[in-house]
């Protein structure tokens, strides 16, 4: 089969590789038809570059049809139109059972200290080969699939893999009032979409960027934005927008790679350069993110609102102003997306009336083929880049 696979830092290619097979009576193959590019995907493309290996898979966003089922799947059958959660997981475990998914203690990588086994997320997340691609083996496949009906083009449902209850759990973790004031960090695809459930949810909603056609797509949708480029400090522009006081809630959907943060680049450069053998414990044990969404975050919610981190952090020496967020009395809430718990709220927005805008949310529908191309305007955030689906 055709596959994304990673080859070094800013270099994948599209190659030939073994067709996935049935390795466990609990496995399942996909045939993909459908399969995203991630925002987390750059972090593999540019920073996590020591936990990859050359010819690894990429890809956690992927849908399709059953094409073969292990001798104990009992919920699926050949044929059926799936689409694959970004994490592994059993459906049955204490997390599971708690809405932890991606925490699956059936599925959790010990090895590596992390949470459940995500497809396609390098070493530290089981480096098990991922959805960009013809095919797909899928691990304990009875829970890690969400059925979705026959009829609607694929862009209608292939957001369940990721974005959609990745940005619903950002919001429902930011815990806003009725009727009350949210913040969203950055609007690429989890953030876009952060910002349009909070609005569809009744929030007055400020999202902030510096790309001109991201900001123009929020404001597309009556969204009111902040151009990060502008001199004055985001903060201080939040409160002059809401009494003084700072919005109620903050979601951070940026990341380990925030603009802002020239030290801890250098250092993330720095570091994706070393030997793999020296480069993994440095970022295991002295890691340093890019913290400026952090802190933009921490200053422009207001005292005893809501910091949502969403987006993708790495580090494990990463300075955080506690004295602030005391004296603020700050909630934080983070971690990543539970997808299957978060299914049925889902499912009702995926309706004929879009209000989401799901249907039209992709920038880009390039096929497989092209996705060294993708992943290139996409880490460069050029020819308006925000969401790109592959065709295998």
Known sequence: MRAVTWQGKRDV??????????????????ELTT???????????????????PGDILGHEPMGRVVEVGAEVENLAVGDRVVIPF????????????GLHSQCETSQVTSEGRGAALFGYSQ???QVPGGQAEYLRVPLADATHIKV????????????????????????YANVPDGGTVTVLGLGPIGDMCARIAAHRGYDVVAVDLVPERLDRAKARGIDTIDMRSDKNIGEIVRDRTSGRGTDAVIDAVGMEAHGAPGAKLIQTAAGFLP??????????????????????IDAVRRGGTVSLIGVYGGEMDPLPLGTMFDKQINLRMGQAN?????????????????????????????????????EIFQKKQDGAVKILLRP
């Open 13 to 30: 290619r599209v190659e030939t590789v073994p067709d996935p097979k049935i390795q466990e009576p609990t496995d399942a193959i996909i």
């Open 35 to 53: 399969t995203n590019i991630c925002g987390s995907d750059l972090h593999l493309y540019e920073v996590l570059g020591p936990f990859m290996s």
């Open 87 to 98: 994490q592994i997981c059993c459906g049955s475990c204490f997390m599971c059972d708690n």
């Open 124 to 126: 530290l997340y089981g």
């Open 149 to 172: 009906p026959e009829g609607p083009a694929d862009s209608r449902f292939v957001y369940l893999s990721d974005v959609l209850p990745t940005a619903w759990q950002a919001v429902e």
């Open 276 to 297: 793999d053998a020296v480069a993994q414990p440095v970022f295991k044990t002295a890691g340093v993110d890019r913290l400026a969404a952090v802190n933009t975050a």
């Open 339 to 375: 997808v299957k718990r978060w299914e049925k709220d889902l499912m009702p927005l995926l309706t004929d009336d879009d209000p989401l805008g799901v249907d039209t949310f992709a920038t880009h529908e390039l096929s497989l083929e092209e996705a060294p191309h993708a992943y």
